[in-house]
């Protein structure tokens, strides 16, 4: 069993929707969460960071943590075309020096 | 201003030539990690140094190798490349210890193996 899974997509929706990207995980040992954007031969953008169960936003961006679930997700409100990328979450250990990648989602926007 | 910086941002070399890929960071972060990364796959760590600690991932080839020279430049060294090497290659850091914190990505370098 992977330490993350993720749905890799892809993922297509109309300008405005909202997106539900989502990941889920298997070791409780896991403390801390992040969603990354990476547009097509780039290297992965911190969006989002987390350490609590419950949510987190930023702009039109929420980050939602179930520990019990084990289960993150990311939402994106009035989704844009600019937002087309794949979306990765990574999630790491307590002390910060290992964590583990989602295969990542590929959305695209369409205008 | 970037944080994490990889040079070269693009790379090609021959096949069985050795290569080097630079990055540094102005984090302070203690924590630097090489990932692979290829085409619609998920970056896949080959090892990672915490502060002058190497840490090499079991199925990482003996083909790479990393120096740290100081806190704030990393190399990956491509000894022989092989066409199955050609891929992204992706820099990170994270400060870690009692808590750890996010990690930071360079815009990494695009390895061609001709």
């Known amino acids: 069993q992977k330490e993350v899974e993720q749905d890799p997509g892809p993922l297509s929706v109309p300008e405005g929707a909202i997106v539900s990207l989502n990941c889920t995980y298997s070791n409780s040992a896991f403390q801390y969460f992040m969603w990354y954007r990476q547009y097509s031969r780039k290297g992965p953008e911190l969006l989002m960071y987390t350490y609590s169960s419950g949510n987190k936003e930023d702009g039109r961006f929420t980050a939602q943590v179930d520990k019990s679930s084990k289960y993150i997700s990311l939402f994106i409100r009035d989704s844009q075309p600019s937002d087309s990328a794949t979306y990765l979450c990574a999630i790491g250990v307590e002390t910060g020096n290992q964590f583990y990648f989602g295969t990542g989602t590929s959305l695209t926007v369409i205008p | 201003d970037a944080m994490v910086i990889q040079n070269p941002r693009y790379q090609v070399t021959q096949f069985g030539k050795p290569v080097t890929l630079s990055c540094s960071q102005t984090l302070n972060h203690n924590v630097m990690y090489w990932y692979q990364q290829k085409s619609s796959q998920a970056p896949k760590l080959l090892f990672h140094?915490?502060?002058?600690?190497?840490?090499n991932e079991a199925d990482t080839p003996d083909n790479f190798q990393s120096r740290r020279p100081n806190t704030s430049f990393c190399f990956l060294d491509i000894r022989s490349p092989g066409l199955g090497d050609a891929a992204m290659y992706l820099c990170?850091?994270?400060?870690?210890?009692?808590?750890?914190?996010?990690?930071?990505f360079g815009q990494g370098t695009r390895l061609t193996v001709v």
């Open positions: 140094y915490y502060d002058k600690d190497f840490n």
């Open positions: 990170a850091t994270s400060r870690a210890g009692t808590w750890g914190t996010e990690a930071f």
